[in-house]
């Protein structure tokens, strides 16, 4: 296992909720990060851990390969990969996110 690979699964296993991310909580900066901040936020979620894959290439390719999701937002719950944002937001809709985050 890689060191960025090593990094990856430390964060996810040490925080209940993190999301990798473009941009930050405060400044996403795609629609589909803004989105999934959002709907984090809209479930009552307070602490939310967000890794800026901008800031770093190997971090941006590491998270595809991690999880083997080609793309970016991502979400894990107590180190488990949930999804992106469509998924999100499908989850949110049927309430299912909002149970998630509060097991």
Same mark, same amino acid.
């Given at each position: 296992?890689?060191?960025? $690979?090593? #990094?990856?699964?430390?964060?996810?296993?040490?925080?209940?909720?993190?999301?990798?991310?473009?941009?930050?909580? $405060?400044? &996403? !900066?795609?629609?589909? %990060?803004?989105?999934?901040? !959002?709907?984090?936020?809209?479930?009552?979620?307070?602490?939310?851990?967000?890794?800026?894959?901008?800031?770093?290439?190997?971090?941006? $390719?590491?998270?595809?390969?991690? %999880? !083997? #999701? &080609?793309?970016? &937002? $991502?979400?894990?719950?107590?180190?488990?990969?949930?999804? =992106? %944002?469509?998924?999100? =937001?499908?989850?949110?809709?049927?309430?299912?996110? !909002?149970?998630?985050?509060?097991?």
């Amino acid at each position: 296992m890689s060191d960025v $690979q090593a #990094w990856i699964k430390e964060t996810v296993t040490n925080n209940a909720v993190v999301l990798f991310m473009k941009g930050n909580a $405060q400044f &996403p !900066q795609c629609g589909f %990060s803004g989105r999934a901040i !959002q709907l984090l936020k809209a479930s009552g979620v307070d602490d939310i851990v967000t890794v800026n894959v901008l800031d770093d290439a190997d971090i941006r $390719q590491g998270i595809k390969e991690y %999880s !083997q #999701w &080609p793309t970016v &937002p $991502q979400l894990y719950v107590k180190g488990e990969f949930v999804g =992106g %944002s469509d998924i999100m =937001g499908e989850m949110f809709e049927s309430g299912e996110l !909002q149970t998630l985050l509060k097991a």
